[in-house]
């Protein structure tokens, strides 16, 4: 690659986390990083006092150089306009977004912030890719700070249908400073269409047929790049696991019994209350399936500062104590719920000891964790995957069992499917969905967004 990388998160994952902590993402930003060398910058997760100031840390061919935010930043950037306003607008969950003119003021104010403290850090020939929705004017705050870098943008989350992004005040605004990027990058062709839409009927301008996108004075390409996976490390530590300690005693506890798995940061986006509803269901209507079925449910806790996610994480408790109360026996609990996380590797093992991954988002960009439960199977014995037509996944994964998470008794009639399902037909969708997973793998991701980012670059030269 011609040019240093530069790659601008809103957290930076720790060097000292190391590479199997690390979730799919972080992952693969630090292969490309690590090959081609480079810098990644961004929040450090702290709040406080010491905000301000520019830590580097060189490991390696990557330079992490990562700053603190105050107090306020942290409240108006991040837990306010980032993961109180765009993140459930962008999720079609409007009703849950609340608009504050001071957070968005603060929004603007750390991109701003942010993209002055990168400046001194660039070099002539750096290409910059920023990373999500926290960032969305980081383009317009570099260019205003001086920079004349290409800059790419990858959005791992939807992005709405017009009269959804209409419901966020400043979002003519968003948009026109989206379109300082050369390179805005989606999941899915419908998150695509829906930006184009939005282009064509407020902007105004046109997105053609190659991605060619006229608006706000600027020309620049959008287009989809299906985030992936490394599906031959994902098999390979689900074997090497399988023998470790919380998977033991898993099977230990199963025997015979049949597991459903899911795992999720505890968001409502993830559509774990449905889910759970949908597996109540199951149990009602199949008597002969209580003692032989178990249901894990991993959710590690994430911004436990705004308060939609309390309510959810509330509501769950309360839902996974009355399913449980309903139909445990002195020997059988139905839904294991666990608020905590594993290590990668160990969550790659227990996907292989699953019979089903239960994968069930109201909207998802891409959803990891599907992709990651089909990799980690044995292809002798494969599960098989329930997943939601809202997830970006499923654009890919067409032989899943395809679910509508709002329709319930879909839901439970796709997990007896599943639970019976014979061991041919198990066989042959998940052949059929490996194919994907190989060919639109994770560096497949990062090569065709980074060639797409280096035309742009050759275009400004
Ligand atoms: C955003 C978009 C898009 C989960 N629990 C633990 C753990 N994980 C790992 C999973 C997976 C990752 O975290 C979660 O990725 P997802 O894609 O499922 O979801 P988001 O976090 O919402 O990610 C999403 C993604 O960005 C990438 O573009 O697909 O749509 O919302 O890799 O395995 N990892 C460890 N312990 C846990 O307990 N180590």
Same mark, same amino acid.
């Given at each position: 690659?011609?040019?240093?990388?530069?790659?601008?998160?809103?957290?930076?994952?720790?060097?000292?986390?190391?590479?199997?902590?690390?979730?799919?993402?972080?992952?693969?930003?630090?292969?490309?990083?690590?090959?081609?060398?480079?810098?990644?910058?961004?929040?450090?997760?702290?709040?406080?006092?010491?905000?301000?100031?520019?830590?580097?840390?060189?490991?390696?061919?990557?330079?992490?150089?990562?700053?603190?935010?105050?107090?306020?930043?942290?409240?108006?950037?991040?837990?306010?306009?980032?993961?109180?306003?765009?993140?459930?607008?962008?999720?079609?969950?409007?009703?849950?977004?609340?608009?504050?003119?001071?957070?968005?003021?603060?929004?603007?104010?750390?991109?701003?912030?942010?993209?002055?403290?990168?400046?001194?850090?660039?070099?002539?020939?750096?290409?910059?890719?920023?990373?999500?929705?926290?960032?969305i004017p980081f383009a317009a705050a570099l260019r205003n700070a001086g920079s004349p870098h290409?800059?790419?943008?990858?959005?791992?989350?939807?992005?709405?249908?017009?009269?959804?992004?209409?419901?966020?005040?400043?979002?003519?605004?968003?948009?026109?400073?989206?379109?300082?990027?050369?390179?805005?990058?989606?999941?899915?062709?419908?998150?695509?269409?829906?930006?184009?839409?939005?282009?064509?009927?407020?902007?105004?301008?046109?997105?053609?047929?190659?991605?060619?996108?006229?608006?706000?004075?600027?020309?620049?390409?959008?287009?989809? @790049?299906?985030?992936?996976? %490394?599906?031959?490390?994902?098999?390979? !530590?689900?074997? =090497?696991? &399988?023998?470790?300690?919380? #998977? /033991?005693?898993?099977?230990?506890?199963?025997?015979?019994?049949?597991?459903?798995?899911?795992?999720?940061?505890?968001?409502?986006?993830?559509?774990?209350?449905?889910?759970?509803?949908?597996?109540?269901?199951?149990?009602?209507?199949?008597?002969?399936?209580?003692?032989?079925?178990?249901?894990?449910?991993?959710?590690?806790?994430?911004?436990?500062?705004?308060?939609?996610?309390?309510?959810?994480?509330?509501?769950?408790?309360?839902?996974?104590?009355?399913?449980?109360?309903?139909?445990?026996?002195?020997?059988?609990?139905?839904?294991? @719920?666990?608020?905590?996380? %594993?290590?990668?590797?160990?969550?790659? !093992?227990?996907? =292989?000891? &699953?019979?089903?991954?239960? #994968? /069930?988002?109201l909207r998802d960009g891409m959803n990891l964790v599907a992709k990651e439960y089909v990799a980690?199977?044995?292809?002798?014995?494969?599960?098989?995957?329930?997943?939601?037509?809202?997830?970006?996944?499923?654009?890919?994964?067409?032989?899943?069992?395809?679910?509508?998470?709002?329709?319930?008794?879909?839901?439970?009639?796709?997990?007896?499917?599943?639970?019976?399902?014979?061991?041919?037909?198990?066989?042959?969708?998940?052949?059929?969905?490996?194919?994907?997973?190989?060919?639109?793998?994770?560096?497949?991701?990062?090569?065709?967004?980074?060639?797409?980012?280096?035309?742009?670059?050759?275009?400004? !030269?």
């Amino acid at each position: 690659m011609s040019g240093r990388l530069v790659i601008v998160s809103n957290r930076v994952a720790p060097p000292q986390e190391g590479y199997s902590a690390a979730g799919g993402l972080a992952v693969g930003i630090f292969d490309a990083l690590n090959k081609a060398g480079g810098l990644w910058f961004g929040w450090s997760g702290e709040v406080g006092a010491e905000a301000g100031a520019v830590k580097l840390d060189v490991r390696g061919n990557i330079t992490y150089a990562t700053t603190a935010l105050s107090r306020k930043d942290y409240d108006q950037y991040y837990r306010g306009f980032s993961n109180a306003t765009l993140w459930p607008a962008f999720h079609y969950r409007h009703d849950l977004a609340r608009y504050d003119r001071q957070e968005y003021a603060g929004y603007l104010r750390v991109n701003d912030w942010l993209a002055r403290r990168l400046i001194p850090l660039l070099r002539p020939n750096d290409l910059i890719w920023a990373h999500d929705y926290h960032l969305i004017p980081f383009a317009a705050a570099l260019r205003n700070a001086g920079s004349p870098h290409p800059m790419g943008f990858f959005l791992h989350i939807p992005f709405p249908a017009t009269e959804i992004l209409r419901t966020i005040p400043p979002h003519a605004a968003l948009i026109e400073a989206l379109c300082q990027y050369d390179v805005l990058g989606f999941q899915t062709r419908t998150d695509l269409q829906a930006f184009t839409d939005y282009i064509g009927r407020r902007a105004p301008g046109t997105v053609n047929r190659s991605g060619v996108v006229h608006a706000h004075g600027r020309t620049l390409k959008a287009a989809v @790049y299906p985030i992936g996976v %490394y599906p031959e490390a994902i098999a390979e !530590a689900a074997q =090497r696991y &399988a023998k470790r300690r919380p #998977v /033991t005693s898993l099977r230990a506890y199963l025997q015979h019994r049949k597991l459903i798995i899911s795992v999720d940061r505890l968001d409502y986006s993830k559509g774990l209350i449905e889910r759970f509803l949908a597996f109540e269901r199951l149990l009602q209507n199949a008597p002969e399936l209580h003692g032989n079925v178990t249901f894990v449910q991993i959710a590690p806790p994430t911004r436990t500062d705004v308060q939609a996610y309390q309510r959810i994480r509330h509501t769950l408790e309360g839902e996974a104590g009355r399913i449980n109360g309903r139909f445990a026996q002195l020997n059988w609990t139905p839904i294991r @719920y666990l608020n905590r996380k %594993y290590e990668r590797n160990v969550l790659m !093992a227990l996907f =292989r000891a &699953a019979h089903i991954g239960y #994968v /069930t988002p109201l909207r998802d960009g891409m959803n990891l964790v599907a992709k990651e439960y089909v990799a980690a199977q044995d292809p002798n014995d494969p599960g098989v995957l329930v997943l939601s037509q809202f997830a970006g996944a499923a654009d890919e994964l067409t032989d899943a069992l395809l679910v509508n998470p709002f329709d319930l008794a879909q839901m439970t009639d796709a997990l007896q499917t599943a639970l019976s399902m014979p061991l041919e037909q198990r066989q042959a969708r998940y052949r059929a969905m490996m194919q994907p997973l190989h060919s639109k793998n994770l560096s497949v991701w990062l090569n065709s967004f980074l060639q797409d980012l280096q035309r742009a670059a050759a275009l400004r !030269a």
